[in-house]
């Protein structure tokens, strides 16, 4: 496995610090920190409802608005082993019957990538920009990330670590998928739970989670819960992490952090095939040597 360690706010060489790899699901918490930057800004609240249906942007973010998810089809997994080209958006949105809630909002959770597409939706109709446009100016650029990018095509995978998904098309990332080196995952962590990107009471926000249950068989939660776009809560050997992990074909990445007493650590571990729980595992281990839990 490939990592990358943050140290009090001061990145450690990694093993592979150019290599880009996807960023999969952790592109999630850069979606909800530019969507913060427009409550910051006043451009919108939490807790207005989005255009998309009866369900608002703090809904949205924490997996709570009663929508289903395109990867529960399994025409859409054929599909994507098969190297098929991504459907077009709103054949995605027929196939799963989008508009017929599973639950009333804020009253249940499932995880959702559409979700996330309609965020992804929020930040361009906000900043009139195309996405990728929209994450720099909001999040890439200010957090000092000069390497990540948005893949939208086969092409802007060319040079990028897939592990064994060499003939994917990020097109089937419906909300967006971002692809950049370890350390630049570590370090936008880092720098966004440090306390200067948004204000501390939208810090606050993005950690106050929706409790999961109890430990998850093969991974190393003890107490997982998700915030508004962070997987956050205990783990074996006394860590509490916030961050995210995500997978795709071929590959899995983790991104967390964690704090002991004045002390913090961030670790990005990118993991050449399936298992989440190993990825995670590799992380919790490389943040208890740093922190003394070990």
């Known amino acids: 496995m490939d990592f990358s360690l943050v140290v009090n706010g001061f990145p450690l060489t990694p093993a592979q610090p150019e290599t880009p790899v996807p960023w999969w699901s952790f ?12 409550v910051r800004d006043g451009l919108v609240g939490l807790d207005d409802a989005v255009p998309e249906g009866p369900f608002t942007l703090r809904q949205l973010l924490r997996h709570e608005a009663g929508l289903a998810d395109y990867g529960e089809l399994a025409d859409y ?9 991504p459907w077009p958006v709103d054949d995605m949105l027929q196939r799963l019957d989008a508009t017929r809630l599973r639950y009333a909002p804020g009253n249940g959770w499932r995880y959702s990538n559409v979700g996330y597409l309609f965020v992804a939706r929020l930040i361009e109709r906000m900043t009139g920009l195309l996405l990728e446009a929209a994450l720099t100016q909001q999040v890439l650029s200010p957090l000092g990330l000069m390497r990540t990018r948005l893949a939208t095509t086969r092409t ?18 419906y909300h967006g998928l971002l692809v950049g080196p370890l350390d630049e995952a570590a370090l936008c962590l880092d720098r966004l739970l440090a ?17 999961l249950g109890g430990p998850i068989p093969g991974r190393p939660w003890l107490s997982p819960g998700y915030g508004l776009g962070l997987m956050q809560g205990a783990v074996e050997g006394g860590l509490t992490l916030s961050g995210h992990t995500g997978g795709g074909p071929g590959s899995v990445v983790a991104v967390y952090r964690c704090v002991n007493g004045n002390d913090t650590a961030s670790c990005a571990v990118f993991h050449e095939g399936a298992g989440e729980g190993a990825a995670e595992a590799e992380a919790v281990q490389r943040l208890s040597a740093i922190l003394g839990k070990d």
């Open 195 to 211: 306390g200067h990107f948004v204000p501390e009471s939208l810090l606050r926000e993005m950690q106050t989670v929706h409790a």
């Open 77 to 85: 997994h054929a599909a994507v082993a098969r190297a098929d080209t």
């Open 27 to 38: 592109t999630k918490t850069l979606l909800s920190a530019a969507a913060l930057t427009l």
């Open 156 to 173: 802007d995978l060319a040079g990028v670590n897939m592990g064994a998904a060499s003939t994917y098309d990020p097109g089937w990332v």
